[in-house]
């Protein structure tokens, strides 16, 4: 299948070349020939007939430009219209028709210079009625060829030369052409012009006239009917344009092919060797059909296309396409743009180098892309560099074994691919199929649809021998959708490493699987296609990276993220991070493909990927972020590997997710599994919630095939770690011949985990965390729950406090003019310290606020309450400090030596044993003694 269509990317059969020849032959009968000078020229144009060739002369020259003037012009089948005797120094020939037919040509369009030789003048076929090729028509000039039913040529001293006008301006410019414009309702352009079996030039024109090898086919000629020379240009720009089997080919120049839907004004470009145009005045485009068609620049350097019009459809059920082959010099570009362009039915732009000279580049611009069991591709087959894809678009559909693909097959750079399309992209339903019929074979691969950037080698060639680097890709959209075996990837099948995938989108959905035509499944020896988005070598070439951005992730039945190796190349790190969900679900239909997040080397052990057990590269890193995470129904995330002999070395990588909630339930799993060698680590920074449950499992497990190789580790921070009791969900960093792993886990609480010396039986149901060993030692389990410190706060001076100013003793200040002194007891009462602690019985509430008196009865009471009874002569007494205070029937605070503590408040201050002192035992609250 694979070989079928790289044949339709270069060759056309001669079947279908020879069918269309005879659906031709109609124009035989129709065209009643005609070249019909007019009148209209200050020398008009003169047409002798010489068999059947059509001479024409006269003409009216001015400066380099030469005009003729016709009132019909149509060649038949078998005919020549020969222009001949022209100056060589001419440098355009305009030729209209102004009479009420159409163009009908079916023979051969030449022009000579007065010595016989080509001229190398372009030639200019105005017909506003239309102008229709039929499937002998061929050119036989020197130079450009434009046909168009536009109106008039526009000069640039404000002239014109007009079909519709044609007595407007009698005496002729001598300036250049500067614009074609075009009427209300232009005529149609139809071209069927076809392979001509009887020549053998080349399609290449490399220096040593030699052919690379997919040209190199003794039953196909590859010259086309509508051909001009090396470097010119050809183009046809009209209403409605269809080519149904029409050839165009200028090998290193220029193809141009437009459709006017109304007036407007095309401007001309001219270059060193051909023309160019600008749509910037043109408002309006009709439609452009290209089926069973050949547009070809190709050549030692390759030229560019370009194809404008409102819906353009291509599609080459019997061959052809639009191509740019380039040998040792840079190619061209292919420029697209249109309001909705269908590629489809074997269909493709191709892009390619074959040497030295680096690829063209595609540009499609349109609101709406469709390639359907069809190809848009650029590569190298040398060491020249491929040239890039950029699509721009509102939405990008690709279906049915439709691809976008950079290819390198070589030693040169693979080019990128960059889509940006502003609502949304679509990939569903891998081709089954070949030659339009049901794949029945069951190990034939479906051919998938996608976006890819893949590094690859010939059947003829060595992989080893292709050490160019592929392409990366850039997807921006808003939505993107993975269904039913839709692909993005960037894979090497040789030495070069794999480009990488960027992708950003508000919504991300990668969803199903597709068997092959038998239904044959991964796990009985079929082959399934996975609707991913992934980076895989399947060589020594490393894998690249994956970048993914979005709010919402959603990966379902079987499909995948990953970048992985099944060779001995190291697979790529995968990074996703969504601002709000991601959600993993089921396994595919008819398969036990797990829908997940991967990193592995050759697959990953206890599941039903385990692809190529005996890959040796390293699976890369994975880290994954979001608010949400919910995983289900054998669901997974994982690094890992599958080979069971890497008893030295491990191949499984390092996993982080961080996410504020994370939910695995039915039997999802987190791994950083190993057959042999050491496994994983895994990161787990769960800032609210991770909840297991139905047989959910978090695994850093080495040695699954009874080998080598110590248990990775796992640092779980969790606001709560929550397993339902009982459902057999575990976390485990266990090992056979190695050394168990760490298990650390700090978190608000642990509910429904036991850690356990080992892993409970099936059987039990019971959730453990375990890091055993069968054979060596046991790893550690460590598990801190929340720790409240009522010093949380506290700032400390950094300096000591300064020893002279601290108190001696319970004296009290006696000087007054040192200041009050003050008194401070707590007590017990509110909240407790910490959590921890227990309320005790006698926290009640007391009425503590101060009674409101007058100074003056505050005096009277003072006097009369607290005045000291005289001491007794020659008497000391000992002054006790006060250990509380009371309130009185007055309602005053009273300090007191010893204080009656109520049921209600108790303090929790330890007491001073102060030496008695000499002073009164009472004094008031606030009172310098």
């Avoid at 139809?190 to 220096?207: I, K």
């Avoid at 080397?601 to 990927?609: D, H, M, R, V």
């Avoid at 601290?806 to 009290?812: N, Y």
Wanted: aromatic content about 4%; hydrophobic content about 35%; charged content about 15%.
């Amino acid at each position: 299948m694979v070989i079928k269509r790289f044949r339709l990317l270069h060759l056309r059969s001669l079947q279908s070349a020879t069918g269309v020849i005879l659906l031709g032959l109609g124009w035989m009968n129709q065209a009643q020939a005609q070249i019909t000078p007019d009148a209209t020229l200050p020398n008009a144009s003169q047409v002798t007939r010489d068999g059947n060739r059509h001479v024409i002369t006269g003409g009216t020259q001015s400066g380099r430009n030469l005009f003729h003037s016709f009132r019909n012009f149509s060649v038949p089948n078998q005919n020549t219209a020969s222009f001949r005797q022209i100056d060589p120094g001419i440098e355009n020939i305009f030729s209209r028709v102004t009479g009420a037919s159409a163009s009908r040509i079916n023979g051969t369009i030449e022009a000579h210079n007065r010595d016989g030789s080509l001229s190398r003048a372009s030639l200019f076929l105005i017909n506003p009625n239309g102008i229709l090729f039929g499937p002998d028509a061929s050119l036989n000039i020197g130079g450009s060829f434009i046909a168009t039913t536009a109106n008039s040529i526009q000069f640039d001293d404000g002239t014109q030369f007009s079909a519709v006008n044609p007595q407007a301006n009698p005496l002729l410019t001598v300036s250049v052409p500067v614009g074609i414009q075009f009427g209300r309702s232009p005529g149609r352009i139809v071209n069927r012009s076809e392979v001509d079996f009887n020549t053998n030039a080349p399609l290449l024109d490399s220096a040593d006239n030699s052919l690379p090898a997919p040209f190199n086919d003794s039953s196909i000629n590859p010259f086309e009917g509508l051909r001009v020379a090396s470097n010119q240009t050809i183009a046809l720009l009209g209403g409605n344009v269809q080519f149904p089997g029409g050839e165009l080919t200028a090998p290193g120049g220029h193809i141009e092919v437009s459709s006017m839907g109304g007036a407007g004004l095309v401007r001309l470009i001219q270059m060193d060797q051909g023309w160019r145009f600008n749509y910037s005045n043109q408002q309006q485009f009709g439609n452009i059909r290209l089926v069973n068609t050949d547009l070809d620049v190709s050549g030692d350097r390759a030229g560019s296309i370009q194809i404008l019009g409102d819906r353009i459809y291509i599609a080459n059920p019997d061959g052809g396409g639009v191509r740019a082959y380039t040998y040792s010099q840079n190619s061209g570009s292919i420029n697209i743009q249109g309001t909705h362009l269908i590629v489809e039915d074997d269909g493709f732009i191709s892009a390619e180098t074959y040497g030295s000279g680096q690829g063209g580049n595609i540009q499609i611009t349109t609101n709406q892309l469709t390639v359907e069991d069809a190809l848009i591709t650029t590569g190298t087959l040398s060491s020249g560099q491929g040239g890039n894809i950029q699509v721009t678009t509102n939405r990008l559909l690709i279906n049915d074994g439709g691809q976008i693909a950079a290819n390198t097959y070589a030693n040169g750079q693979g080019g990128d691919v960059v889509v940006r399309a502003s609502d949304s992209v679509e990939i569903r339903d891998a081709s089954r199929q070949q030659n339009g019929q049901p794949e029945l074979n069951s190990n034939k691969e479906p051919f998938p649809s996608g976006v890819i950037a893949r590094v690859a080698c010939l059947p003829e060639q060595g992989c080893s021998q292709v050490t160019g680097q592929g392409g990366n890709i850039l997807i921006e959209t808003d939505n993107l959708r993975l269904l039913d075996g839709g692909q993005i990837s960037a894979d090497t099948y040789a030495t070069g490493s794999a480009g990488s995938i960027t992708v950003r989108a508000s919504n991300i959905e990668i969803i199903g699987t597709v068997l092959n035509a038998n239904g044959s499944s991964v796990t009985n020896g079929g082959r399934t296609a996975p609707s991913s988005l992934s980076t895989i070598t399947q060589a020594s070439g490393n894998a690249g990276r994956i970048e993914v951005a979005t709010n919402r992730l959603s990966v379902r039945d079987g499909a995948t993220l990953q970048s992985s190796t099944l060779g001995a190349g190291n697979a790529g790190n995968l990074r996703v991070e969504a601002t709000e969900s991601i959600e993993l679900i089921g396994v595919g239909a008819g398969t036990e493909v797990p829908a997940g997040l991967f990193s592995f080397s050759g697959g990953i052990p206890e599941t039903a990927f385990e692809l190529n057990r005996n890959a040796t590269g390293r699976a890369g890193n994975l880290r994954v972020a979001a608010r949400s995470i919910i995983m289900r129904d054998s669901a997974v995330i994982a690094v890992g590997s599958a080979n069971p002999n890497l008893d030295r070395q491990g191949r499984a990588g390092n996993l982080l997710i961080t996410a504020d909630q994370l939910q695995a339930a039915d039997q999802a799993r987190l791994l950083a599994n190993t057959n042999s060698g050491r496994g994983g680590d895994l990161n787990l920074r769960i800032a609210d919630l991770l909840l297991l449950s139905q047989n959910s499992q978090i695994s850093t497990t080495a040695g699954s095939e009874r080998r080598g190789g110590n248990g990775g580790n796992i640092a779980l921070n969790s606001g709560f770690l929550i397993a339902a009791p009982n459902t057999n969900a575990d976390i485990t960093a266990n090992a056979f011949t190695g050394n168990g792993g760490e298990i650390r886990i700090n978190a608000a609480g642990v509910l429904g985990l036991t850690a356990t010396d080992t892993l409970t039986p099936d059987s039990n149901p019971q959730n453990d965390i375990t890091a055993s060993s069968a054979l060596g030692v046991n790893g550690e389990i460590r598990i801190n729950g929340l720790r409240t410190d009522p010093t949380r706060g506290l700032q400390l001076p950094e300096a000591p406090v300064n020893e002279p100013l601290l108190a001696q003793s319970c004296l009290p200040v006696t000087n007054a003019a040192s200041g009050r002194s003050s008194f401070v007891a707590s007590g017990r009462g509110g909240l407790p310290p910490s959590p921890y602690n227990f309320l005790s019985s006698d926290d009640l509430w007391q009425d503590w606020r101060l009674t409101a008196v007058e100074p003056e009865a505050a005096s009277d009471r003072s006097a009369a309450v607290f005045s000291p009874a005289p001491a007794p002569s020659g008497s000391t007494v000992d002054i006790v400090e006060a250990q509380g205070w009371i309130r009185n029937a007055a309602g005053q605070i009273e300090l007191v030596a010893q204080v009656s503590v109520p049921s209600s408040v108790s303090s929790t201050l330890s007491l001073l044993n102060c030496s008695p002192l000499s002073h009164a035992s009472q004094t008031r609250l606030g009172e310098t003694p």
